[in-house]
């Protein structure tokens, strides 16, 4: 049995066909890839996050995206949705719809069991490509647990954990304190 090849997709035929689907893709090197639907927890805890940022951001010239928010990665081609990015610099876009944002400062990824060896590893070697990057954080859905990853100025990336409803994270890219309690707010834990 032989199988078609895959057709090869411009960005632009990327972005024209994205635009008009109800399903949300990530585009590489051609190819795009559906998304995954999430789990109640993985709502909540990306609703929670986006509205306290926002509230914490709401008198300065910020702005706080949800997973609508198309991110382009221009250095390696990769577009996709993270679950909450922010950025303090004024917003630049890839074109003028407004909807694939070039430099966040700040990227959010909430972790589920399909997608968390991507989120640690490929993705976040593409998102380490984006100049204003300053930050990212992925947040577990099974406990309490937070890990900021901040970019160092030789280059490197530190890792911060918290643990436990009673913990904070700091975002100093952004300036933005982050309680545990906030973000896990109506998510209930599965015993392990």
Not at 31 to 58: D, K, P, S, W, Y
Not at 120 to 125: A, L, P, S, V
Request: aromatic share 8%.
């Amino acid at each position: 049995m032989s199988t078609q090849p895959v057709p090869y997709l411009t960005p632009a035929d990327y972005l024209a066909i994205e635009r008009k689907s109800d399903v949300k893709h990530e585009y590489y090197r051609g190819e795009m890839f559906a998304m995954a639907g999430a789990t109640r927890e993985h709502g909540l805890i990306t609703l929670n996050i986006g509205a306290n940022i926002h509230a914490q951001l709401a008198s300065r010239k910020c702005e706080v995206f949800t997973s609508d928010m198309r991110v382009k990665v221009d250095e390696t081609g990769l577009y996709t949705y993270p679950d909450v990015v922010a950025t303090c610099e004024q917003a630049c876009f890839e074109d003028l719809r407004g909807d694939t944002l070039l430099n966040p400062q700040l990227v959010i990824e909430v972790l589920s069991d399909s997608t968390e060896n991507y989120d640690r590893g490929k993705k976040f070697e593409h998102y380490r490509r984006i100049a204003s990057l300053r930050e990212y954080v992925l947040i577990s859905q099974e406990e309490p647990h937070v890990e900021l990853y901040s970019r160092q100025a030789d280059g490197g990336w530190l890792l911060t954990e918290a643990k436990g409803l009673e913990a904070t994270i700091e975002l100093p890219a952004i300036k933005c304190r982050l309680k545990l309690a906030e973000v896990y707010a109506k998510v209930e834990f599965r015993a392990t």
